[in-house]
């Protein structure tokens, strides 16, 4: 049931694909009512979109490899199926074994007040157990945790107390960590539905019974034997303990046994060579940093945290937060829980929205959202009201995480509707040039967005008051001052300045209803417009909250209105809106404007087209962050110190550096701005080129972050500079020659 709706989404589109091809290509009109029978498709034939089709990655020869292993579990010949442990049938949030012990290290410096890095005496004092142990009891394969805390005791002044309760707590944290994971929980089961019996062991210093309480609790039972080192003092490592195991089981043919683990010499190679056959399941983590020769799995580990994709130094802070390896650590567990997943060679996150929306926008999406926790408890905010659309993930987001008093709201307001919110009087009108695009704007536009302040019996008049003034009613401005003149015949002939008050009275009785002196808004950004509007609205001055802005126009309206504002970013980003704010926004309508109903003002909503292509993969991308998000908090809480910005690098990265096939997911979607482009644009071109504008500047290449976005559907591939260039050569600035081009091409475009 959970899955009808995109199964009758999938059928239609396919039983519409075979009408085409055969039907509509072939001509073959007699076999419309069995296609229709067949597929119980009896509603109008879809528009024909090759988007589920179009990206194709070759077949990985590692995805044969886990059918293989499957045969071989279930295959007459094996009788026993050995599983190891750890990043096999366990994985652990950690990309590093050590980083636990970080944690370890915290607990005990918060009891004592203390800075002492247990951590690395922890570290330390295994290695020197395991240097002993090979020139002094060479007999003994494996050290236990006791003899860890033992070597601790002798080199440091720690009470006896202090210890027991430092190893009690390693075991505890171990324990609470340790989670199964689903490729090896998977072949766990399957080999019990085959009736093998199942033998478990690892190499590993932990006692056996917290190993059976991690096992345990990860769901794994009903196995035959368990077999760990620190107890028996064999190892795999030493293909000691794949010999005790046959003794133990009287097994006189190794190759009755398969064993089933992650590392290539202790699993694979000195498995097989005590004649068991094998299985090898790559470790997530050297999934994630495409680590397995022969297997490729993308680029994204190495150019995100290796490689120098920017001015941060994001390999330093992978190497010095734990918090940030915690979240490498997390995706990786998640995304290549299986590691047979065939991956495209041109692509980084292999074009997949749950890679993208889990590793990359996850991140960003918690630390926007403790970010936002940080200033709440600092300022005591009461309460937070997210912007719609452009504030729906981030509330999300911080709804998860929040463990203050401050209270969210998702309010209802947008550039559009709050257009003549700061309006006081005729002259503030002349301030639309800096709200609208004007060159996309026309004296009809200006109609719409003045309506509240046009009397009825003014309106039908317009088209002809126009005429009267040279301007075209329907034609957009070629110019400020074209579009001012206009204005001036709205202010003198056409709009009732005096309703303004009124339209005002309506917004301040809406949004004083929730709308409290000291709460703060969040918004994506850019320009303060939204809380200048509400604080003049409203009387008070409301607090704002952005992602970043794009001038100081901002400042000036926060100063005017004596509005505290903070930007999660202190930098514009290169690649901004777009693709940005689509992920971040809800699915559904804008709001145009507010109006009464049963004397109840309420939000005026736009009609929103349904786009199932992008509807289904934004769904996926944002449903995966949210996952995250959770996943990140319901584990770690607030153990881990994390630096914000450098959880925003996946994101960043994908959005400024990712590579066309991973981009192409968001082929099919396309959004209309009538504030801004003022036409329907399709994100992924429009993405494409800002990518490629900033590469050409990158290289030296002149500066064309200046050019007229209307203008950006005839760029293609730097032609577009090379024109623009020869245009400015043939054709300088200010001459007559131009002028006079401009007014040649004015007669044809409209």
């Known amino acids: 049931e959970e899955m009808k709706e995109d199964f009758l989404n999938w059928k239609n589109r396919y039983a519409s694909m075979v009408y085409q091809e055969i039907v509509v290509d072939l001509g073959q009109a007699r076999f419309e009512k069995n296609i229709r029978s067949s597929f119980d498709f009896y509603g109008p034939v879809i528009e024909r979109s090759n988007f589920f089709y179009s990206p194709t990655t070759k077949l990985n020869p590692s995805f044969m490899w886990l059918e293989a292993l499957k045969r071989e579990i279930v295959s007459t010949e094996t009788k026993y199926v050995s599983f190891d442990i750890f990043d096999t049938l366990i994985q652990r949030p950690f990309f590093r074994p050590m980083d636990m012990f970080i944690l370890l290290s915290d607990e005990m410096n918060k009891a004592t007040g203390s800075y002492i890095d247990f951590g690395r005496i922890r570290v330390e004092a295994e ?200 979240i490498a650590a997390l995706a990786a567990n998640k995304i290549f829980d299986n590691p047979f997943v065939s991956y495209n060679e041109l692509s980084d996150f292999n074009a997949d929205p749950n890679f993208i929306g889990y590793f990359a926008f996850g991140p960003h999406l918690l630390s926007v959202a403790l970010w936002i926790k940080k200033l709440a408890i600092e300022r005591d905010i009461p309460k937070i009201h997210f912007v719609a659309r452009d504030g729906y993930m981030v509330k999300q987001a911080f709804d998860v995480i929040n463990a203050s008093t401050t209270a969210t709201n998702y309010i209802r307001l947008s550039r559009r509707s709050l257009i003549l919110a700061d309006i006081n009087d005729e002259t503030d009108l002349y301030s639309l040039s800096t709200k609208l695009n004007i060159l996309n704007c026309s004296p009809l536009d200006l109609e719409e967005y003045l309506s509240p302040i046009i009397p009825d019996e003014r309106a039908g008049h317009i088209p002809q008051i126009m005429k009267e003034h040279n301007l075209y009613y329907d034609r957009k401005f070629e110019g400020l001052v074209e579009f001012e003149r206009c204005i001036r015949a709205f202010i003198e002939e056409i709009v009732d300045i005096s309703r303004i008050n009124e339209y005002k009275e309506t917004l301040r009785t809406y949004f004083s209803q929730f709308v409290k002196p000291g709460d703060y808004i969040f918004d994506i950004g850019y320009s303060g417009r939204a809380e200048s509007a509400l604080s003049n609205i409203l009387g008070y001055p409301i607090g704002s909250l952005y992602i970043h802005v794009n001038s100081d126009i901002a400042a000036k309206r926060q100063a005017k209105y004596q509005c505290a504002a903070e930007s999660f970013y202190s930098f514009k980003p290169r690649i901004t809106g777009g693709i940005r704010e689509h992920l971040l926004m809800e699915l559904g309508p804008t709001t145009i404007g507010y109006e009464e109903i049963n004397n109840v003002i309420v939000p005026k909503l736009d009609k929103y087209k349904l786009n199932y292509e992008n509807d289904l993969v934004t769904q996926i991308v944002q449903q995966a962050a949210i996952e995250f998000v959770k996943d990140f908090y319901r584990i770690f809480q607030n153990r881990l110190v994390l630096p914000l910005d450098t959880l925003s690098a996946p994101f960043e990265y994908y959005l400024h550096f990712s590579k066309p096939f991973d981009r192409q997911i968001f082929s099919t979607l396309e959004f209309e701005d009538k504030l801004g482009m003022g036409r329907k644009v399709n994100a992924l071109t429009l993405w494409n080129r800002e990518i490629e504008m900033h590469d050409f500047i990158d290289c030296g290449g002149i500066s064309v972050r200046s050019l007229p976005l209307e203008l950006a559907d005839i760029y293609e591939d730097g032609l577009f500079v090379k024109f623009y260039k020869a245009m400015n050569k043939w054709f300088p600035k200010g001459g007559k020659l131009r002028n006079m081009v401009k007014r040649f091409a004015a007669i044809f475009i409209h």
């Open 127 to 326: 290695k020197h157990c395991r240097s002993l142990l090979a020139t002094e009891f060479p007999s003994r394969e494996e050290i236990t945790l006791n003899d860890i805390y033992d070597m601790i005791a002798q080199n440091y002044t720690f009470s006896k107390e202090m210890l027991e309760h430092m190893k009690k707590r390693e075991e505890e944290l171990e324990i609470e960590f340790s989670y199964a994971r689903k490729i090896g929980k998977e072949l766990f089961d399957l080999s019990l539905d085959a009736g093998k019996e199942i033998l478990i062991c690892s190499d590993m210093y932990l006692p056996k019974g917290v190993i059976e309480r991690i096992l345990n609790k990860s769901g794994y039972r009903a196995y035959k034997k368990l077999y760990v080192s620190s107890d028996l003092h064999y190892t795999k490592s030493n293909k000691s303990l794949f010999r005790y195991i046959q003794r133990d089981l009287h097994c006189k043919n190794p190759s009755d046994i398969i064993h089933i683990g992650d590392n290539w010499i202790s699993d694979i190679e000195n498995a097989r060579v005590c004649g068991f056959r094998v299985g090898h399941v790559f470790k997530a983590t050297d999934i994630f940093q495409n680590d397995i020769p022969g297997v490729y799995s993308g680029e994204a580990y190495r150019n995100i945290f290796i490689r120098n994709n920017g001015c941060a130094d994001n390999l330093r802070f992978f190497n010095d937060f734990v918090g940030v390896r915690s």
